[in-house]
């Protein structure tokens, strides 16, 4: 089985997937790391090399290549990535999606602890922006996130939960 985490950047896609993989017995998969992989790029070179729309085509392909390549998974996606060519139904199709539903609040205080010039949609930006800029994306992505088949709200999520909601 695979199992899609989905939601905002920041909102525990990875540390969520590590832990409920290793539960599980699962491997664990990073969307992200996996196209960096793929391309030998980073996200941010891939971005601004060949601009978004090129590395949303290639998200495309890694997640078709993904779900081939492994049976049962736990997948952390790039937030993003339900949001473009019908990935979230293609998603929904071949696995349990799991929309991790964290407040802008807490993902902003998350990401302004990290390095920020590892998310291109975020470098040079001030904490206004950044909370702005999450609003908005939120607001854009959601119609996209609340297709998952399980959601999870609050701040703190845990594996726990996600079991629990899988179950």
């Known amino acids: 089985m695979l199992i899609f985490l989905l939601g905002m950047m920041g909102s525990g896609k990875t ?9 599980l017995s699962y491997t664990f998969v990073d969307l992200d790391e996996y196209i960096e992989q793929r391309e030998q790029k980073s996200i941010a070179a891939i971005f601004e090399e060949l601009g978004e729309e090129t590395f949303r085509k290639k998200e495309r392909a890694a997640l ?3 779900v081939q390549k492994f049976p049962s998974a736990v997948v952390a996606t790039g937030g993003g990535a339900p949001c473009f060519f019908d990935n979230i139904k293609y998603m929904n199709r071949h696995g349990l999606t799991v929309f991790l539903a964290v407040p802008v609040s807490e993902i902003s205080h998350r990401l302004l602890a990290t390095n920020l010039s590892l998310r291109p949609l975020l470098a040079n930006k001030s904490e206004a922006e950044i ?11 959601n119609q996209f996130y609340e297709q998952a088949k399980y959601k999870l709200e609050g701040s ?8 629990e909601l899988l179950n």
């Open 64 to 66: 078709e290549a993904l």
């Open 156 to 163: 703190a999520i845990t594996v726990a939960q996600i079991i």
């Open 131 to 141: 909370n702005l800029f999450l609003a908005k994306t939120l607001a854009n992505r």
């Open 15 to 23: 540390t969520l997937g590590r832990q409920l993989a290793q539960q």
